[in-house]
C-alpha cells in the first residue's frame, strides 16, 4: 500500500495547482478568500504551492481545500474527498476538467463514491440519535411534596389542645420538614457551543464521532457524553464554549486550530491541544 505522506503530497500538489488557477483566472487575491472563508491567507496559500508539511492535520486539510473551492464557486465536496485522510481511502482519479459553468471532477467508479456516502451519512445519523439531548434535565425534576403539603393544617383550636411537646416527639418534628433526594449532576458531561462567526467543527462523545461539518455564526449546538467529550474546531476564536451550564467561554483565538476535551465532573477542560499555522507573507 502506498505511504499515506507521500498520497497527501501527490493529491494536495494536483489541488493546489488546480485552485491556484482558477484564482488567477477569476482575479482573486489570496486575501480576498481569506476573508470569504474566514480561514487564514497562509493556510490557502499552502495549500496552492502543496506544502504539505504546512497543514495541520489531514481532516483539517481537507475541510481548508473545501471552504477554499467553494468561495470561488466550485465544488469543494468532490474536490476535498480526494485528498485522503486516510490510506485507504486515497484513490486514483481523473484530472479536473473545466465546464461552461464550473468545474467538475469525473469520480470513478462512481457506485462506489455513492455508497461510501450513504454509509458514512447512515453511521452519523444512528450516533446523533443515541448522543441527543435528555428532553428533561436534572433541574426539571421537582422535589417530593412535604407531609405539609400533602395533609391539611389543623385548626388553632386543634393546635392549641394537640401540639406536641418538642421535647418528647422528636420524630414528629423531622417528619414535617423532609429534604428532597440529592440529585447528582456529575454523572455527564453537558457541552454547548455558540458560533460568533463560520468554523469547522468536530465532536467526539465517549471515543464516537458524533458531528463533523462547518456550523455558520449564530449557531447554537450541544451534546453529551458519559465519560468524556472532545471538540476540535479550525477557528477558536469564534467559538464559545459552555460546559454544564457554565460561563461560556472562547476557546481560542480567532483562526486557531484548537482540540479541547471535557470529562465528566470537571468544569474546565483536562487537557489542551492546540495547533496553529505560522502566518508567513506568501504572495498572492
Avoid: C
Avoid at 28 to 34: H, R, T
Avoid at 79 to 108: C, N, V, W, Y
Avoid at 159 to 171: E, G, L, V, Y
Amino acid at each position: 500500500m502506498p505511504d499515506l505522506t507521500a498520497q497527501q503530497a501527490e493529491k494536495l500538489t494536483e489541488i493546489g495547482t488546480f485552485l491556484h488557477e482558477k484564482r488567477l483566472e477569476l482575479g482573486l487575491s489570496l486575501e480576498d478568500l481569506a476573508a470569504k472563508t474566514l480561514v487564514r491567507q497562509s493556510i490557502l496559500a499552502a495549500i496552492e504551492k502543496g506544502a504539505l508539511d504546512e497543514l495541520p492535520e489531514a481532516i483539517y486539510t481537507q475541510g481548508f481545500i473545501r471552504r477554499f473551492a467553494d468561495a470561488m464557486g466550485l465544488d469543494g465536496k468532490s474536490l476535498a474527498a480526494h485528498f485522503p485522510t486516510m490510506a485507504e481511502s486515497a484513490r486514483p482519479i481523473d484530472k479536473p476538467t473545466r465546464g461552461g459553468t464550473g468545474i467538475g471532477f469525473q469520480l470513478r467508479p462512481i457506485h462506489l463514491y455513492l455508497t461510501y456516502f450513504a454509509v458514512v451519512v447512515a453511521a452519523v445519523a444512528g450516533l446523533a440519535y443515541l448522543f441527543r439531548p435528555q428532553p428533561q434535565s436534572i433541574t426539571d425534576v421537582r422535589p417530593a411534596p412535604t407531609p405539609e403539603a400533602a395533609n391539611p393544617s389543623p385548626s388553632p383550636a386543634n393546635q392549641a389542645t394537640s401540639s406536641p411537646d418538642p421535647t418528647t416527639s422528636p420524630n414528629a418534628i423531622t417528619a414535617t420538614d423532609p429534604s428532597p433526594a440529592p440529585t447528582s449532576s456529575s454523572d455527564v458531561v453537558d457541552v454547548k457551543l455558540s458560533l460568533s462567526g463560520a468554523s469547522w467543527l468536530e465532536v467526539e462523545a465517549d471515543g464516537e464521532v458524533v458531528y463533523v461539518g462547518i456550523l455558520e455564526a449564530g449557531t447554537e449546538r450541544s451534546w453529551q457524553a458519559k465519560e468524556r467529550l472532545i471538540v476540535r474546531t479550525g477557528n477558536a476564536g469564534d467559538v464559545k464554549v459552555s460546559v454544564n451550564n457554565g460561563p461560556a467561554t472562547p476557546m481560542g483565538a480567532v483562526g486557531e486550530v484548537t482540540e479541547k476535551e471535557y470529562v465528566v465532573g470537571q468544569a474546565t477542560p483536562s487537557s489542551t491541544a492546540t495547533s496553529t499555522i505560522p502566518d508567513a507573507s506568501v504572495p498572492n
